[in-house]
């Protein structure tokens, strides 16, 4: 007979119940062979004895395992591994493999999506983002109360838990007004998505548009995970140079007299990483020559909202553009990066079909959160909230600046930007960006080591914050 | 000199300020080409006169267009349309179109996902689910206190985000203990993955394993979107029929010999839309195949919580597999389908992979929520929840079971499922299920026309709800 007091391991202070224990014990010991199909095991006074637990326990356990269809119970005869299981060559008894076979490799071949993969560095004293908001101000209570009320109610439990693919109605309405006045965009229900932030609106786009025969122009330096997301997809990917007005549409107007271009993805303000802003000029030059080539533009408008200079500039989608405009926007900027809720503004058919995958990716999204959000663009909440930060992170970016030019001007170089939440800083020639990230006190989300750059997020810093950090930064460079 | 007064058009009610209505309106007369570079504008005075608004607004717009470098000023002199913006041919003045560009298609091709794309009916009385818990019992109400409790706290806020393309920490190392106690897996907080609910685990699955030289295994009948999902890669689909025992192990033999098979999906219990369990015979035969035949087992066991019969069956991926077993299950059918938060369980290389493919379609998750839910499990909320549930959708079932037979026995055939929060209903050879959807009184979430048959969800409805459902169901029938 097995030596079942040591296959069978007890744990008394385990918050599983004995009478489970055995039963899992004696699963894993027929599923890796040892007992084969049709073997006797011990009846329950004598498994209970060898054991040490009482009978009743064992019971328990056997009824378990017949329930499932591991055993047969005989009746006051016998007790069996089940006959119409499989017989199995047993395997060499060792606990380690049995219990860790997650320890393996996956060794079928897969995709692979990112060589470079490394841990993230877990303990820093200070990360400088790319530009989050400043969490602390956000209207998150609010945002919360509603939730909670909709979860109690009936009525509101069926409106978050229907269509959430494209999006909640409640939310898709009240977008179609928030966009109409804030960007001057026409649109109905119908030309709108509720994405998971700007990034899905980013990747449903390229899933559907590009492919090995198409070609995407972007500005280089780019977002990077956009630049990721396009490649994934076996398409051509041009970049074009951006100076201070934004991407060159000079480039790309030569570029589609040479061949057929698809897309072209532009950050119309504020650039990512650099923060310009696309000029007028650029703005009209891009939606003629997409008119003239028939390509479509990915407006990436993340940062829409918060422009100190003037008001934001009207995005490219709020201008004649015979639906060839895909905007792209993300609430992820207003309230909190970890709030994934962003849009995109397309034409009907398009949306259609971004829906249809999206629906494929992950069913929808958190109705009740986009309910909630409805809530606050309705009530003005919303509105108040881009008001108040506004005004505080143009300060920040003042308090900033005054800190870099009487600290840094040394070892950086920058342009204040028009808006935003992040500056996009140059060092000057002696000094090294990566050497700046080799310091376990800091962690730079952003860096650029060709043109030895960085984006320094401000808006989510308090002014104290923002002396810390810019100390930090001057000891660690003065040092270089 | 142009019809201002019939161009800018000022609605006075609108909740846009008048100077950026102005403003806005000859940025636009720009963009389509009526207002040429070079053109002047009227004074501001003039402007103000024509318009019938005050001087001061006419300067507000001038100023933000100048800001934006729409126009020229030349102060005491005259303001006129940059001349360094491009020249445009001048459409046919027609505000219909440039208002609503979005009513145009994207003309440009792109892939089409859903060829099948309907509008959902808006208006039913009664919606029967294909399975979903009541919400009115989840603890929603505990989780939101905790999430409140999170975006207020600078330590709480930097937790919830970092990391949560893959999970935050917090819930993944909670995820460990929760999936040891409840389902025997032995794995660590890097074989774990956060996702948005169990239908991105088999998207991203699907993403990383199948393409068009690849052979996936499925059921017949098949939880719809899964087939859609894995069919969108290209990859060849192969459909073996489901019993009373779940899935036929000896049709996955036969098709091993003839060919290269790459994966296996499989519902182990309660299987969508049938509602069977597998046995643990074919569980057994399944996990050999997979070792001799080398396939990778996608093992969804979103129903695995509730199994009335006897303790839920171990998962595959809970047994000796070496690492072929990719595990995938969900939080939406333990509290709420809009909560978005499942997860997979996987060998580590292969986490990897999906969190770096996770990253491009939507940057991460929310890292208050999940962080809220660790809390949820930690403090044994989430198990008491569960125990308290299991109980009330037990009775739920009883009690649809007796109405179902009491009622409708000359309509129907079904059998009791063990477990799960739906029964499969088969209509008699004179009822049609088709007819049944063809009433705007009743939507049926998943049925199933080559088998007359449709899901039944009954755990989220009270007795009294069940009992108008079968009453409904009654009346429809009879009519037939």
Same mark, same amino acid.
Request: glycine letters at 4%; charged letters at 25%.
């Given at each position: ?19 489970? /224990? ?49 055993? $047969? ?108 006045? $804030?960007?001057?965009? $026409? ?28 070609t995407i122009i ?20 041009? @970049? ?12 790309i107007?030569?570029?589609c007299?040479?061949?057929k271009i698809t897309a072209v ?21 891009l939606?003629?020559l997409s008119n003239r080539y028939s390509f479509v533009i990915i ?22 553009? /015979?639906?060839n ?121 952003? $860096?650029? @080591? ?31």
């Open positions: 007979m097995l030596p079942f007091e040591n296959i069978i391991l007890i744990d008394k202070k385990s918050s599983i119940a004995v009478y489970k /224990q055995i039963a899992n014990s004696i699963i894993n010991t027929v599923r890796n062979g040892v007992l084969k199909p049709g073997t006797k095991l011990p009846g329950s006074r004598e498994m209970a004895s060898i054991l040490n637990v009482h009978r009743k326990t064992v019971i328990a356990s056997y009824d378990e395992l017949e329930a499932q269809g591991w055993i $047969t119970v005989f009746p006051r005869k016998y007790v069996m591994v089940a006959e119409k299981l499989p017989l199995l060559h047993p395997k060499k008894w060792d606990e380690t493999e049995l219990a860790y076979s997650y320890d393996n490799d996956l060794k079928i071949n897969f995709r692979i999506i990112d060589k470079s993969w490394c841990v993230e560095r877990d303990t820093v004293e200070i990360i400088i983002d790319d530009g989050h908001p400043d969490v602390r101000l956000s209207p998150i209570d609010e945002l919360l109360k509603t939730y909670r009320s909709f979860t109690s109610r009936q009525p509101a439990i069926k409106s978050a838990n229907k269509g959430t693919a494209q999006g909640t109605v409640r939310l898709r309405e009240e977008m179609v007004k928030f966009l109409s006045i $804030t960007r001057g965009l $026409t649109i109905n229900t119908d030309n709108i998505l509720i994405t998971h932030g700007a990034q899905m609106s980013i990747y449903l786009a390229a899933q559907l548009l590009l492919n090995t025969q198409s972007v500005g280089k330096p780019n977002y990077t995970v956009a630049n990721e997301t396009f490649i994934q997809t076996g398409t051509q990917l041009i @970049e074009v140079s951006v100076d201070e007005y934004g991407i060159n549409t000079d480039q107007e030569q570029l007299k040479k061949k993805y532009v950050i119309p303000h504020h650039h990512y990483p650099t923060t310009v802003t696309l000029s007028v000029e650029r703005r009209m030059k939606l003629e407006e990436d408008d993340y940062d829409y909202d918060y422009h100190y200079a003037s008001s934001p500039y009207l995005p490219l989608a709020s201008a004649n553009h /015979q639906g405009v895909i905007y792209i926007g993300s609430f992820s900027k207003l309230l909190d990066p970890s709030l994934r809720i962003g849009f995109m503004a397309a034409p009907k058919n398009f949306i259609v079909q971004c829906t249809a995958l999206r629906k494929m990716i992950d069913v929808g999204g958190d109705g009740y959160m986009q309910n909630a959000l409805a809530e606050l663009i309705k009530t003005g909440e919303l509105k108040r909230h881009l008001n108040k930060t506004k005004k505080i992170y143009h300060n920040r970016r003042d308090f900033l600046n005054d800190l870099l030019q009487s600290q840094l001007s040394e070892y950086i170089s920058f342009t204040v930007p028009n808006g935003g939440m992040a500056v996009w800083i140059t060092l000057r020639k002696d000094y090294s960006v990566k050497q700046l990230q080799n310091t376990p006190l800091l962690k730079i989300i952003r $860096t650029d @080591e060709e043109s030895n750059s960085f984006r320094l997020g401000f808006a989510s810093m308090n002014e104290q914050e923002i002396e810390i950090t810019i100390d930090l930064l001057h000891n660690l460079l003065k040092k270089q």
